[in-house]
């Protein structure tokens, strides 16, 4: 079965500090991984996938299959990352469907 | 320009009432999603189409259910409400084949 794995229910940064916000996922086959996120009162947006190695909004995320963990990093954290961020996998190609981590809650404070 | 809505927004209704949720997209996508937020569980998959007359059940589809009559509907309906079902529900569209996936506002339902 398809699993997705998010251990922080809040991280709580300063601004300015590093952010790993971490992913962990089980999955028999290939697997490709996103990072959606929330903002408050707002739809769920993606923010990056693994396919395309993008940085958004200088978050970027490594696919490490040895370890099965996908975590989203930045370095430098800002007040307007506060948000909720849910990590997903696709258990077919593209998103055919996505299973989700249980979310992460990240409070950046001043 | 394309979009993905639900309706109603908010709804409360009683115990063992019928509620049908709606979901529309404008994207002419093939496949849709219906998930339910919960503190503590993130978002589960109740029902998914990939096409029309096409209906998939998901991890927690008992008490639910969907029918695709059309590209753009996929509404969700649960046939007798339980306070169990108090949730936030969304819905979400795809063109498939590696295209991004797009969510509604979201619904939250109250079952009294």
């Known amino acids: 079965a398809q699993r997705v794995t998010q251990p922080e229910k809040l991280l709580s940064v300063f601004k300015g500090a590093p952010v790993e916000l971490k992913c962990n996922y089980s999955?028999?086959?290939?697997?490709?991984l996103f990072w959606y996120v929330q903002y408050s009162r707002q739809r769920l947006q993606l923010l990056l996938r693994?396919?395309s190695r993008e940085s958004i909004k200088g978050f970027t995320a490594d696919l490490n299959k040895g370890e099965t963990s996908f975590h989203l990093k930045k370095p430098f954290a800002q007040e307007e990352d506060s948000a909720m961020y849910y990590c997903?996998?696709?258990?077919?190609?593209?998103?055919?469907?996505?299973?989700f981590g249980t979310g992460t809650r990240l409070l950046v404070s001043p | 320009d394309a979009e993905i809505t639900q309706s109603p927004r908010h709804k409360i209704t009683e115990t063992g009432r019928q509620v049908t949720l709606a979901c529309h997209q404008t994207?002419?996508?093939?496949?849709m999603f219906w998930y339910r937020q919960d503190l503590g569980h993130g978002l589960r998959l109740i029902h998914y189409?990939?096409?029309?007359?096409?209906?998939n059940k998901g991890e927690v589809s008992d008490g639910y259910s969907v029918s695709r009559s059309n590209t753009e509907d996929l509404p969700l309906t649960l046939e007798s409400a339980a306070s169990s079902q108090t949730s936030v529900y969304f819905c979400?569209?795809?063109?498939?084949?590696?295209?991004?996936?797009?969510f509604g506002q979201g619904t939250r339902l109250t079952v009294v």
């Open positions: 189409s990939y096409g029309v007359q096409d209906t």
């Open positions: 994207w002419n996508h093939n496949n």
């Open positions: 999955y028999s086959g290939s697997p490709e």
């Open positions: 997903a996998l696709s258990v077919l190609t593209g998103f055919q469907k996505l299973v």
């Open positions: 693994h396919i």
């Open positions: 979400a569209s795809s063109g498939g084949g590696g295209t991004q996936a797009f």
